[in-house]
């Protein structure tokens, strides 16, 4: 079955650590996003790709990177430069073929001791 | 600025009872997604929408592209409906595939 699987579910790191989130997707979509959600907040987007080897910053990329060198992949680095890294984050993809509805991952959760 | 609100953000329920989420957004909102997030964080997308309204099982979603205002409609509730449920809107001004998220809706449906 095709799908998006994110992985770890849960995650814990030291502070000053880089720590790096795994996201893969079977879907043959172009299209690759992360987001951020905080308690009481919509879900934040920190970079997208819409193809293999470019991204784009979103609203709250400081302190993260991202690579995409295969299509199906689109980790993201939580660095020891982010302030507040321990949150939920959220990987998603999409395509213009499936009329742009997004298909999520299940979640990491991050928690930095 | 492109912005989605939500309203309500908590919503307490009994079992049976019709229940209404609503959703409005700004100019810049090319199409309304309805999503659903269980506690254990996944979501799953439930409709995408540009005009009128569609149907799956007991949800019902709605948009009005004049008022700028979607809605998402549970009939007969059950416990197992408890979740968020998150409006998004493409936003035209960047990648189309980017969504704008409110902040979701909590329900509770009470046996």
């Known amino acids: 079955d095709g799908g998006i699987t994110q992985s770890p579910k849960y995650l814990f790191r030291k502070e000053g650590q880089n720590v790096t989130l795994s996201c893969e997707q079977n879907?043959?979509?172009?299209?690759m996003y992360w987001y951020r959600q905080d308690p009481g907040q919509g879900l934040r987007l920190i970079y997208y790709?819409?193809?293999?080897?470019?991204?784009q910053k979103g609203d709250i990329a400081e302190g993260y990177s991202v690579s995409r060198e295969k299509k199906e992949s689109f980790p993201l680095t939580v660095t020891s430069a982010q302030k507040n890294p321990t949150a939920f984050y959220l990987c998603?993809?999409?395509?213009?073929?499936?009329?742009?509805?997004?298909?999520f991952g299940q979640g990491t959760r991050l928690t930095v001791v | 600025k492109n912005e989605v609100e939500q309203s309500p953000q908590n919503l307490t329920a009994q079992e049976g009872e019709f229940i209404t989420i609503n959703c409005s957004y700004s100019?810049?909102?090319?199409?309304l997604h309805w999503l659903q997030q269980h506690p254990g964080g996944g979501i799953v997308s439930l409709f995408m929408?540009?005009?009128g309204k569609k149907k799956h099982g007991r949800l019902i979603a709605t948009i009005n592209i004049q008022e700028k205002h979607s809605s998402l409609h549970i009939t007969a509730s059950h416990p197992r409906d408890s979740a968020v449920y998150i409006c998004?809107?493409?936003?035209?001004?960047?990648?189309?595939?980017?969504?704008?998220f409110g902040k979701g809706t909590k329900l509770s449906v009470k046996p």
């Open positions: 100019v810049g909102i090319s199409a």
């Open positions: 790709s819409q193809i293999v080897n470019d991204f």
């Open positions: 879907l043959n979509h172009d299209a």
């Open positions: 998004a809107g493409n936003n035209l001004g960047g990648s189309q595939g980017n969504l704008i």
């Open positions: 998603a993809s999409t395509t213009l073929v499936s009329g742009w509805i997004a298909f």
């Open positions: 929408l540009s005009s």
